[in-house]
Each structure stands twice: as structure tokens, then as C-alpha cells.
């Protein structure tokens, strides 16, 4: 199925919405995390929401952000032509100071939405950035997230502090939020954080997202809300925020963390085919006369483990989510 439009991925999001059900957005800086999350998608026969961060565009593009995109970009559409589901790109995170990046994209069709974070700004400065972006992100076609409170902690080397009060999304700002800025996604604030602890540094509130779904339903407006800092939130509070209108959970950490651990796995096994059993002499160039089987320390193998395990814990993180068996873009895939 080819790359999803603004336009198509605001349908899954209506559907996922009126039907109580949401989309892990996984972050990839390779090719190999992101085939994984394809396979894991299309094996459950859902839609397929990946993302980019800045500092993913910078690893992939030689620190050039503008090439690392179309670089990301570029892989995202290709796959998804070999898929049977629909496959959207999400630039996550990215603050004022780069809006030109986000205009480059929009203006060369190479995301399906971007964020603008502005939230580390006062509430008037977050609400004229946003309203930039969105002015030019929905004139081509992209949808667009925004963020008002923080997830604290550190993400790509931006770090959110906890200043106080404005952790949480203020539902009255919330409103008010959306009503000038029109866009279609808020990431609300909960008391997550990037990272590894959840809930151990401030307390999740759940009951912030349910005060910002009813403050949106009383002014008679529609968005879609996200979950940041969503790895390692426990299942019942995944549930209870879904049920408030989450439709996207921004997840980084947990596949970070187990791509790791199928390395070391994986590199632990195969560890007498790539290092001399005495600290011996390379057996290339005819040195030495160890001869290790060239199948098992070629990196292929151990990629595609890699691939497989994100695969399967994709399957788990949609079926948390609901969104399996629920791809409205499903069809057979022409060779
Ligand atoms: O945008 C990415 C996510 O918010 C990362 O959250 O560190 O809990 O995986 P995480
Ligand atoms: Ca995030």
C-alpha cells in the first residue's frame, strides 16, 4: 500500500477515535528497526505509524537533517509499496527554532505529519509556532501534532525539566489551544517521561487526560490526543487513556531496549565464529589457521534476528493498542 496522506491518516485516526482503539508510533533510526515494525504490522494487519526524530534525521543524513529525512523518507515509501497495510511517517518532536525543517518536508511530500514542540515556550509563544505550521503543514496536506505541558526527561538531547506546575496539560489552555490553532493532534501531559522510569519521579495522571477530553467535547472541538514517554506505562492506564481519546502512543525506549537485547543474544551465541578462541591471529589473508564458519559472523543473521524480535513485540504493542485486524487500507500487494 503506498505512503498514507494527511488526508488518509486522519481517517485511520477518526476510525481508531470513534472506535476506542490507538497506534504505537515507533521511532527508527535503520532500516532494520523500521522492516521490523512493517512486518510486525502487516502480520497483524494493522495500519503502521513510524517516526523520525530530529536526531535520527542527523544520524541518517551525516548530520544533515534535510538529507537524513529523505534519506528516512525515502525508505518508509519504498517499503510500504511491498505491504498489504497503510504506512505513515510522523516528524516527531521538533522545536521553533527548526520550523524550516518541517516546511521542507511539507513542502517536498516527505512525512505524513509533522510535531512542532514548543511546549518549553510561554503558552502565547507555543500557540503562534504552532499556528505557523499548521498554516503551511495542512496547505500540503499534512497533518499536524502539537504538545502543551511536558514529558520530562531526555530525548534526543532535548531535555524537559519539571519547573512546577506546567508539567501537566492545563485542559482550559487545552481548549483554547486547539480552538486557535486548529491542529489535529495535542500530545497532553500525564506525568510521563522519555526514558526508562515511568511514574517513579511524579505521579501518572490519567484523570488530566480525561478532564482535557470532556474540556474538548464541551467546546464542541475535535483533535486526536498522543501519548509521549509511552514505553513501560502499565497496560490498565494504556486502556484508560485510549478510552479518553489517545489514538497514537510514542514509543523509543522499549525498542531501543529490545533490539539491544536481541544483539547481545544473538553476538553471545555466534561469540566463538568472531573472536579467536585463544586471542589468536585473524584467519583472513591466510593468517593463522582458525577457520570460523563465515555463515554465522556474516551481520545478516543477526539483523534479521533483530528484525524478527521488534517484529513480534510490534504484534504485542498494536494488540495493547487494539489496533490489529483493523487496517483500512489492507489489500493484496502487486510484485
Ligand atoms: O516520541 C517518542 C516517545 O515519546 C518516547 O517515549 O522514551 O517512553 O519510549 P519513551
Ligand atoms: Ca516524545
Request: proline share 4%.
Amino acid at each position: 500500500m503506498p505512503f498514507l496522506s494527511g488526508e488518509e491518516l486522519d481517517k485511520v485516526y477518526k476510525e481508531a477515535k470513534r472506535n476506542q482503539y490507538a497506534f504505537p508510533a515507533n521511532n527508527f533510526a535503520d532500516f532494520n528497526l523500521l522492516q521490523g515494525f512493517l512486518d510486525g504490522a502487516e502480520a497483524v494487519n494493522a495500519d503502521c505509524v513510524v517516526q523520525l526524530s530530529n536526531g535520527a534525521c542527523k544520524f541518517l543524513g551525516r548530520d544533515d537533517m534535510k538529507r537524513g529525512l529523505r534519506i528516512g523518507s525515502n525508505m518508509v515509501q519504498e517499503l510500504a509499496e511491498s505491504y498489504s497495510i497503510g504506512v505513515a511517517l510522523n516528524l516527531d518532536h521538533t522545536r521553533k527554532d527548526k520550523t524550516d525543517f518541517l516546511r521542507y518536508a511539507a513542502d517536498q511530500g516527505l512525512a505524513t505529519s509533522v510535531m512542532i514542540d514548543a511546549s518549553d515556550l510561554p503558552f502565547e509563544d507555543n500557540l503562534a509556532a504552532t499556528k505557523e505550521v499548521t498554516k503551511f503543514a495542512h496547505d500540503a496536506g499534512l497533518l499536524v501534532e502539537a504538545e502543551l505541558g511536558k514529558v520530562l526527561g531526555e530525548e534526543d538531547h532535548i531535555v524537559a525539566e519539571d519547573t512546577g506546575d506546567d508539567v501537566y496539560t492545563d485542559p482550559r489552555q487545552a481548549v483554547e489551544f486547539i480552538r486557535q490553532t486548529d491542529a489535529d493532534l495535542l500530545a497532553v501531559c500525564i506525568g510521563t517521561n522519555h526514558g526508562v522510569s515511568k511514574g517513579k519521579d511524579m505521579p501518572l495522571r490519567v484523570d488530566v487526560m480525561t478532564a482535557c477530553n470532556e474540556a474538548m467535547k464541551k467546546a464542541g472541538l475535535e483533535c486526536y490526543f498522543v501519548l509521549h514517554g509511552g514505553s513501560g506505562v502499565d497496560p490498565e492506564r494504556i486502556q484508560l487513556c485510549i478510552q479518553q481519546g489517545v489514538v497514537k502512543i510514542n514509543k523509543d525506549t522499549e525498542y531501543q531496549f529490545v533490539w539491544t537485547q536481541a544483539m547481545v543474544g544473538h553476538y553471545d551465541e555466534i561469540r566463538d565464529s568472531a573472536i579467536h578462541p585463544d586471542g589468536g591471529p585473524s584467519p583472513l589473508a591466510g593468517r593463522g589457521d582458525w577457520s570460523p564458519d563465515k555463515k554465522r559472523f556474516d551481520p545478516r543473521p543477526a539483523l534479521k534476528h533483530g528484525r524478527g524480535v521488534i517484529a513480534k513485540r510490534t504484534q504485542d504493542m498494536i494488540r495493547e493498542g487494539g489496533s490489529d485486524g483493523k487496517s483500512l487500507f489492507a489489500k493484496k500487494v502487486t510484485a
